[in-house]
Nanobody, 127 residues
Framework: QVQLVESGGGLVQAGGSLRLSCAAS????????MGWFRQAPGKEREFVAA????????YYADSVKSRFTISRDNAKNTVFLQMNSLKPEDTAIYYC????????????????????WGQGTQVTVSS
């Protein structure tokens, strides 16, 4: 069965960096879009970044563009989210998700388009 397991969250000062990992297992993900979402207390889950596993093409939310980078390691079946220049407003639980997308339709930013989710990892940025 498909499993997504996030790791790498923690407490960091504003301006610092963290790298989140999402270990994917259960099948191959070469036809998936892999996404990162986040949910702050009292807010809805929101799109952060995503990529086509096969091509590596990426898409970012405006709020994180130029600060965050999504990437993958094919050999380890792992997706990463490198987060630089972190701000207190980046504080949230970060979730990895997979969208089965063999047709190559545009990257989705809505949570309902994603089929599998990890359990989340907490990121806290102090001011």
């Amino acid at each position: 069965q498909v499993q997504l397991v996030e790791s790498g969250g923690g407490l960091v000062q504003a301006g610092g960096s963290l790298r989140l990992s999402c270990a994917a297992s259960g099948r191959t993900f070469s036809r998936d879009v892999m996404g990162w979402f986040r949910q702050a207390p009292g807010k809805e889950r929101e799109f952060v970044a995503a990529m086509y596993w096969s091509s590596g093409s990426t898409y970012y939310a405006d709020s994180v563009k130029s600060r965050f980078t999504i990437s993958r390691d094919n050999a380890k079946n792992t997706v990463f989210l490198q987060m630089n220049s972190l701000k207190p407003e980046d504080t949230a639980i970060y979730y990895c998700a997979a969208d089965w997308n063999p047709a190559g339709r545009p990257i989705a930013t809505m949570t309902g388009e994603y089929d599998y989710w990890g359990q989340g990892t907490q990121v806290t940025v102090s001011s």
